[in-house]
């Protein structure tokens, strides 16, 4: 697990980022409402563009949750009313799903939007949605298996799927055993983490994206990679949701397996042979075109944030603020949107499933979500 440390730091420019991010999101509010004019009522949140079109998706969505985030992150960093009465507005939209037990993306969809709305006001409402989030996702929880279901559909496939991605919904359940002191989301959460972490990776640390378990018994049916090149390949935002993933686990258990995996998991993406010099990664760390495959911006800021909290936790802190610098500072000047484009998302480049044909090379609105997250993490840490 050896690792270069460059010699300097990248300053990354906050304030300007900001300021490009609120003129952006300033855009994105008018296009949501010019395209909420001509759509059904139910589409509530911005995903991405399509032939150049702003898409909105209902609440259902597993990406529904991020732009009130973003708003969140806004106003945490602006103080601005406007952003406030904004993300109250747009968070309000997506509270129905604490009852929507047909999905394992509870902490996407509840968590970014309600839980980023409930650490920065303390309100009671929130703070109730959480809790009624954590425990209709917990009914997706089987004992036999150890893990939460992530997918009902593509039965032709899978019979109990658990993505890689499930990790970072686990985020919601160990919050409300904090708000509740009810110890069983925490046990689910760890049961998760630990079955995920036995499974779903290599000895390089790498991370398949579906693992298929036999209902009954628990066993392991199949390992694949869905949204990545091929089922030995890393996709890219898959490593990254791991990475975070543990982090995070760290965070609320302090249990050193997982900053030990979060590590590994780190180690594998920085030292990739294939991980080019701005430290925005590839779709997939084993294209077969590479250089001339398209980079996934969402990655790197998911990458990004969750090194900037590793480095709280790690002996190696200062080759972590390295990295995620740099890889924030590429995002910041080379993948930006430019002013007044893309109907209002502020990064550009991203993939969604370039298997599928699908979201390739567009802004997403999870990839501005933890860039401004990123962005928070960067200001907030002492150096």
Known sequence: MLFAVPAFAQKVDVQKAFKQADAQTMLMLKEIEK??????NDQVSPRTLEKGNLKLVASRDWTS????????FLYEYTGKQTWKDQARAFTAAIEQEQFNGKTHDMGFKVYCSVGTGYRLTKDEHYKTVIIQSAKTLATRFNPK???????????????NPVIID????????????????????YKIAVSHANTTMKNHFRADYSS???IDYDPNTGAVLKKN???GYSHESAWARGQAWALYGYTMCYRYTKDPAYLKQAEGVAAFILNHPNMPADLVPYWDFNAPEIPKEPRDASAAAVIASGLYELSGYSTRKNLYLQKADKMLNSLSTKYISPAGENKGFILVQSTGSKPSDSEVNV?????????????LRYKAIKR
């Open 35 to 40: 395209v909420k004019a001509t759509t059904k």
């Open 65 to 72: 949750g991020f732009f009130p985030g973003e708003l969140w």
């Open 145 to 159: 298996t150890g893990v939460i279901r992530s997918w009902d559909h593509s039965t032709d496939k899978w019979v």
């Open 166 to 185: 499930n990790m970072m919904n686990l985020e919601l359940l160990f919050e409300a055993t904090r708000l509740t002191g009810d110890s069983s989301f």
């Open 208 to 210: 398949y994206h579906v």
């Open 225 to 227: 990679t869905h949204q």
């Open 363 to 375: 802004p997403l609105s999870y990839a501005d979500y933890y860039y401004l997250e990123a962005l």
